[in-house]
Every structure is written in structure tokens, then in C-alpha cells.
């Protein structure tokens, strides 16, 4: 079912643009031509999605254009949902603290293998990622997202960007997403010689694939200690009582048998640091760091408290 | 305060009032579990032990000895000896007040909520789990069927079946030819066919060398191919032939009479034939109606038949999503029904879903590799969340700690399901 356009102000919409919705999408087509999208959650509109200028849409005719757009926004619906649940602009930087490869692949909305090849592809000629690598042509993008713009010391930026750095702009993801889906529409002035990612799915891949390839380094065992937060968790015992049935598909439920290393009663602390160690790869085996990985702080305080209780 | 464990499990006496009213209207609620094995072991102790009397729990299991199938192939290289495999009910029954019945469920009848046994005995039941197992598909391997298998083993449940291959292995001529035909998917333990000629291969290359080793498999590809070809090649080189589909890999017949395998029309002699037919789920899944198709489908969060919501079910016999049909798996299903069983009588606490597996595989000597996954429930099915696999060249201390982690699981998930 594609809605029939009409009329609506707005007031960041030049009068007498054609707007609708289209699903959970405001798209608008201004007097000038071509389109926009924003994204609504009920009465509220988020930012400006994307733009396709009049030229990139030569030959569509309004039809076509309903179904190249529902197609296209179906993508970014995922996008637009995490984007909501971290909260509209609030963690410029906090989801980036963390080191669980599959976190980030939930966060970008990718799979980071792809995005390996794809960033061979598409990125790897003008672009290196490893931590310490001089920049090529363009600068060097290991840890980009969630930087400052124009934020590689000493390369030379494109006027467009420096400015962006003026104004403190951050790499956010969303910030990102518009610019590598549409370089020049989002930042004009950009020196990047790449038109933009037709499907957001290769975006969110390749996106994926940076974050993880730019994951601090493991700790050093031993280094790793309870955060605050962690700490400061209740463990709840019958939901460590649960979770343990994972822990005891091989661990032995009698502690004198041998086999694996017996996790009963342990003090809590060390409890909590070893499997923070196996979730931040400070400690190998890699049954042990996905199951740390998949634990969160109550979970891991759940456990702490249901084995530290039992002799 | 700490609490002790075995006092915990010392004090299952039945002293507490089941505060939900079940089928029979008084006393504690009714369990049943069918199937003594991976899942049904696992979930009868789990019950007994964290509801703590609050739940009266009956396992039936024809067998007073469970082999495992893993660690079965292990048997068969030589690894183990056959009762290190085998494992009995007592301390289910000692241990944990479950009342463990030595006989085979033959009818389910839904509406009354009761199992009826061989014996003639009828259990009500509150709830219902169901962890039977697998059985063959009829005619998936013409020539083959039950009947064949003195000539042919299969070898895919554990016990006699397993000796029996192993004895056929050590009768072979000198230079003879072993032969499997390979399960299509899905199947039990996707990488059992494969460990099990890795170990058919240690045995050969000791005692046997000239021997050959012919696989069929229907299948394009298989569970870390990689990983095992690798290892093929480094120990056994030149021993171990596939056959793919390409080849006419799913073009298959058997003689049990003449001892022969059929090749897209070629046929070839040979001296042993491990026959592992296509499966399906335990039979006794098919008597209650509750398959669709060859599997019972389930829900992820409680792992409650899709067709019946008394009745939950675990392991091989499910169709649930995205896990395999391992050891480790039904385990890990067994704890989640568990949880849900518990909550639905005794309304205990419920909590999200949570699966994970891994399946570790010898390829010689220690040469272990594994694969593992972690899962969610989701409304559709479970699902996989995160995994990791053994790579290709790792070194041999690594290969030797995997095989060493191996034996600490099994020592772990079988202590875990018999206490
Ligand atoms: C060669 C081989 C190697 C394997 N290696 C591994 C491994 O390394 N790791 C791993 O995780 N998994 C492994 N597996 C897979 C694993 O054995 C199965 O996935 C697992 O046993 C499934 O558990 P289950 O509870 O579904 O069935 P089972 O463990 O087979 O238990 C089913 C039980 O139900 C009983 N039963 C059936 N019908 C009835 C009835 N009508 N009434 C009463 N009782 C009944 C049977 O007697 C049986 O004891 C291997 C399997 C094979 C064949």
C-alpha cells in the first residue's frame, strides 16, 4: 500500500513540500525535488535520515520512488530502533566501551566478517586500520567511531571537515551512517572520493567490522579488577541458581571430582575477576570467554553470590 | 549465612504443601519424564533438586545402564573402555527422592494427562517431559532396516550397538574396507559420523594399516569438514575416502546379506558397514501427536511443545531452532524446562532462556577440536546468539588442551545429569 502524498508544515520542511508517512518515516519531497527522510516515534521526529538529490533519482517515477523508498527504509528500521534505545543522541561515546564482539555487532547492526571484505573493497585503498598505521590517502580509521571529526593528528582535512572539528562534531554512529550513505549530501566539501553505500546493510557491516577491529587490546591477566557498578549489584542467588546449570554442564557439581577446576565456593571478587577476565580475552579458552560474554554485571554478580554460598 | 548443598539435598523429604493445585487435586504436583538420557536425566535431577521436595518426579528409562553416545567413538579408538561410558539411576533415585521406573512408555493420553508403560502401570502426571531420543527413518537407506543391523550396526545409540561395531572393526582382513553410510540432515551430533572415523582410523592405522575407509555421505558439507580433513590428511593420509552427493554420495543402497554398498549403481564389497540412517524423533513423540513432520517443534522460552502446552520437550526429538541435536544441548534445554516446570507448579521464580553447546571432537592422539555456540529463546525458535570454532594449524599444545578440556566435560555433564 503505498499512501497518497499530501500537504503538511512543518516547520524545519520548506512550504510546499509533498510530504507522507510511510510507516514509521516522514518523506518528504521538496519543491526543489528530490527526497528526505526523517524518522518518527509517535509525534516526535528524529533526524534527517538521508537525502537522494533530484539527479540520483532521474528516471523514477513516483511509484518506482514509493518502492525503492519502502525497501530502503525497511533497512534502516533497525537502525533507527537501536538508535532509540540508546536514547535520542545521549551515547555519543558510552556504547563504546565495550569489548563483546557480539555487542557490537547488536550495537552496529552488522556481521563484522562481512564487513572485512567489504571494507577490502571499498575502504582498504585510501584507508588502513591498524592501531598504529600512518595514514594513506585518507586518514587512518582504527578506532574512528565515536571520535572527534578531523580527529587523526596532522592529516590534512578538507576544509569541511576542520569545520565539522570546529563545532565539536563526534563520529557517532549516526552521524556516520548519513555520511557514508551519502558523502557529499551529508558533509558538502568532502574531499572522500566515494559516492555512498547503496544498501545500508554493507554500512552497517563494514561499521561493525571497524568497531571490532578497533577493540583495545586484551588486559593483562591479573590487571583486571570489579567495577564499581559490578560491585555495587545485589546478586540475586535463585537467579545465580539458574545460570549456574551452564557452569555445571561442566564444571563437576561434586567439587573433589576431577575434571574441569571446581567453581564452588569461591569468594566473590575473585569470582567476578575471572569471568570479567574471560569476557575482556584476558584469560583464553574460548568456550569460558563466550559464556563471560553473554553475561552481563547481574548475571555475573547472580553468580557470584549463588557459588561463593555453596561449600 | 552459607548454605550447604548437601544439606540442601539431604532435606528433599516431602514435607512441604505444593501450593498449586494439581491434576490429581491434592499432594505435590506430578512429573514424568520419558527417557533417561542427556535431557531426561538432566531435567528429572534438576526438578528434584531445586523445587526440594516440592515436586514429586518419575523417570522412565527401560535401561538401568545409559551409555553415552559421546564419548561412544572414543570406545571405539580405544580411548575408554566401555564402562567408563556407562552410568546408572542409583543416585537419581538415593540422592534425589526421583523415582526412577525401569520400563518403556507406550501410550500418552493428552486429555487424561497419564502415561501408560509396557508393564501395564498408568502415571498421571502434572507435567509432562519428554527427551526421548531418536529413532530411524524407514527406507531412508534401502536395503537397510532394525533387521540389518547385527550385519550393519548403526552404532548411533550407545551399548551393544557400539560393542558390536568396535568388534567388527577388529575382525576385519587385513587391508579390508570399512564403510559408512552418512545421516542427512539433521541429525544427532553433526559431527559424530566424523569423529567416529577419525577414530576407526587410529584404530586401523595401529592394527590394520592397509585397511581403507570409504565414507557415503549425502551431504554437501559437514560439521568442521576443515578442521577434520585437515587432521585426516596429517595422520591418517591416504586412508579415508568420501564420497559426496556429487559423486553420487546420495544415491545409496545396501545388502546385508551380501555385504555390499550400491554407489550410484557401482557396487562394492565391503567388511563392515556402519549404516546411519536418516532420523527422526523417538517414537513415543509420534504416539502422543505431537510431531510435525520427523520432529516435535517447541517453544525456545520453556521448551513446551508448540501442540501441547503440558507437555515440554528436550533434545534430539525437537525441532527448536538453531541448536544441534548434541549431548550438551539437552542438557542445556533440560534446565530451561526445568525452570519452567517449576515456575508453572510451584510458581517459583522464571527467568529468560538461556542455551549454550559445545561439541568436542578427537581426531587422534590429542588432537581435540571443538565448536560451540551460545543461544536465546525468541518467539520463532532458538536462536543463535554468539559461537567460536577450532581453527585449522592451531599448534599441538592447544589440539592437546582441547582434548584434555574433553575429558573434564565429560566428567562434568555426566555428573551433571546422574548426580
Ligand atoms: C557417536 C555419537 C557421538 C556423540 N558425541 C557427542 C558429543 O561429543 N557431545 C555431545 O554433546 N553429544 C554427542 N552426541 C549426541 C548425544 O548423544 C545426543 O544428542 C543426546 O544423547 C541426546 O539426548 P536425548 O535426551 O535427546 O536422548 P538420549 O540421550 O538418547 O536419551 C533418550 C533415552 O530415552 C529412552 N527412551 C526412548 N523411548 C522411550 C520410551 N518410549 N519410554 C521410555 N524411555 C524411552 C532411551 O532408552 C534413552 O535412554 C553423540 C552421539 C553419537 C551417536
Known sequence: ?311 | MKLNRRLFLGATAATLAAPYVNAAGHGRPKVVVIGGGAGGATAARYIAKDSKGEIDVTLVEPSRSYYTCFFSNLYIGGFRDLSSIAHSYGTLASQYGINVVHDWAVGIDRDAKSVTLAGGAVLPYDRLILSPGIDFVDGSVPGWDTSAQNAMPHAYKAGSQTELLKAQIEAMPQGGVFAMVAPPNPYRCPPGPYERVSMVAHKLKNENPTAKILIVDPKEKFSKQALFEEGWQKHYGGMIERIGPDFGGNNVSVDAGAMTVTIDGSVEKVDVCNVIPAMKAGRICDMAGITEGNWAPVSGHTMQSRLDENIHVLGDATNQGDMPKSGFSANSQAKVAAMAVRGALTGSKVFPAKFSNTCWSLIDTNDGIKVGASYQATDEKIAKVDGFVSQTGEDADLRKATYEESVGWYAGITSDMFG
Open chain 1, 1 to 311: 500500500m503505498i499512501p497518497t502524498p499530501h500537504t503538511m508544515t512543518y516547520p524545519h520542511i520548506a512550504a510546499g513540500a509533498h510530504a507522507c508517512f510511510l510507516g514509521e518515516f516522514l518523506v518528504i519531497m521538496p519543491p526543489s525535488g528530490g527526497v528526505s527522510c526523517i524518522f518518527r516515534n509517535g509525534s516526535t521526529l528524529y533526524g534527517f535520515i538521508f537525502h537522494r538529490p533530484a539527479t540520483q533519482l532521474d528516471g523514477y517515477s513516483t511509484d518506482n520512488l514509493m518502492e525503492y523508498l519502502n525497501v530502503y527504509l525497511f533497512y534502516i528500521t533497525g537502525l533507527c530502533a537501536l538508535t532509540l534505545a540508546a536514547g535520542a543522541a545521549q551515547s555519543q561515546t558510552a556504547d563504546l566501551t565495550t569489548t563483546d564482539p557480539t555487542q557490537i555487532a547488536t550495537e552496529c547492526g552488522g556481521d563484522a566478517g562481512r564487513g572485512v571484505a567489504l571494507f577490502e573493497q571499498n575502504c582498504a585503498k585510501c584507508h588502513d586500520i591498524a592501531p598504529s598505521a600512518q595514514s594513506k590517502s585518507g586518514p587512518n580509521l582504527h578506532g574512528v567511531v565515536g571520535r572527534s571529526m578531523g580527529g587523526v593528528p596532522d592529516y590534512p582535512y578538507s576544509d569541511a571537515l576542520r569545520a565539522g572539528a570546529a563545532a565539536g562534531t563526534l563520529w557517532d554512529q549516526q552521524n556516520l551512517h548519513k555520511y557514508l550513505m551519502d558523502p557529499d549530501g551529508y558533509l558538502a566539501g568532502t574531499t572522500m572520493e566515494f559516492d555512498g553505500f547503496a544498501n545500508p546493510q554493507d554500512m552497517f557491516d563494514i561499521l561493525t567490522y571497524i568497531r571490532t577491529a578497533s577493540l583495545p587490546p586484551a588486559p593483562e591477566r591479573g590487571s583486571v579488577t570489579v567495577p564499581p557498578e559490578l560491585a555495587a549489584e545485589q546478586g540475586d542467588v535463585a537467579y545465580g541458581e539458574y545460570l549456574s546449570g551452564e557452569c555445571m554442564a561442566c564444571h563437576n557439581t561434586n567439587p573433589q571430582a576431577d575434571g574441569l577446576p571446581p567453581i564452588h565456593g569461591w569468594d566473590t571478587t575473585d569470582f567476578m575477576v575471572a569471568l570479567l577476565e574471560y569476557k575482556l580475552r584476558a584469560r583464553d579458552n574460548a568456550p569460558m570467554q563466550m559464556v563471560a560474554q553473554a553475561l552481563g554485571n547481574t548475571e555475573i554478580a547472580a553468580l557470584a553470590a549463588y557459588f561463593g554460598a555453596l561449600d
